[in-house]
Every structure is written in C-alpha cells, then in structure tokens.
Nanobody, 132 residues
Framework: HVHLVESGGGSVQTGGSLTLSCAVSVYTSSTHYMGWYYIGWLRQARGKERVGVAAVYTGDGRTDYADSVKGRFTISQDNDKRTLYLQMNSLKPEDTAMYYC????????????????????WGQGTQVTVSS
C-alpha cells in the first residue's frame, strides 16, 4: 500500500517561489522507507497531458529534471520525515498546473523516470498558479 499526499501549492507572481511537499506512507519490508523506487513530481496543465518535471531515485538520491525546469526546480527527500520536496524558483506562467507526486511502478533504475506511464500510485495533486 502506498499513500501520497501533496501540499504547498498556491498562487504566486512571475519570478516567485513555492515549495511543494509530498508525504509518503508505504508499507515495505525494506529498511528504506521507499524500497528503492522513484518518486516523481509530474504536472498537468489544463487541456494538456501529464508530464514529469522532476524525479528522485529514493535508493541513492539520483535526480532527473525536465529541461523546462532545470536550474529552477530542485527535488529532494527527507528520509526521516518520509517526505519529498519540490523547491520551485523563478516561476513562470507556463509552470501553472496541477502538480502530482507519484511512485514508480517498478523498483530499480529507469530510463524513463519522467514519463507518466512509469508511475502507478498518485497523490491527489496540488494546484500551482503563476500570474504574469
């Protein structure tokens, strides 16, 4: 069982910052709270497909970013708190979307950590709106 809860969304002006949080509840026999999966942040703008923006491999902290957010967004994890974060700086109107955190379908490294089909458990999402 996996339960993901996002928070931290809101409305900001262009150039502003937000930090999203994803609280993860998972039952695993592994000593690691996530058992070597990816946790990704994906977003879906109105009328568009859901796309990945950042992902972290919980086993070793390896990260991946979409080109559109590189240098502006930072994904991180706090194992003690079982929480993932997405620090978003220099926000642009095109960052406006519903943001979801999700757990990967399979354990281990992936060649497609930013593809939505790589994930099977999703949170409810948190809305981010950036005004110009």
């Amino acid at each position: 069982h996996v339960h993901l809860v996002e928070s931290g969304g809101g409305s900001v002006q262009t150039g502003g910052s937000l930090t999203l949080s994803c609280a993860v509840s998972v039952y695993t026999s592994s000593t690691h709270y996530m058992g070597w999966y990816y946790i990704g942040w994906l977003r879906q703008a109105r009328g568009k497909e859901r796309v990945g923006v950042a992902a972290v491999y919980t086993g070793d902290g390896r990260t991946d970013y979409a080109d559109s957010v590189k240098g502006r967004f930072t994904i991180s994890q706090d194992n003690d708190k079982r929480t993932l974060y997405l620090q978003m700086n220099s926000l642009k109107p095109e960052d406006t979307a519903m943001y979801y955190c999700a757990k990967s379908r399979t354990r281990g490294y992936s060649n497609y950590p930013l593809q939505s089909y790589s994930y099977d458990y999703w949170g409810q999402g948190t809305q981010v709106t950036v005004s110009s």
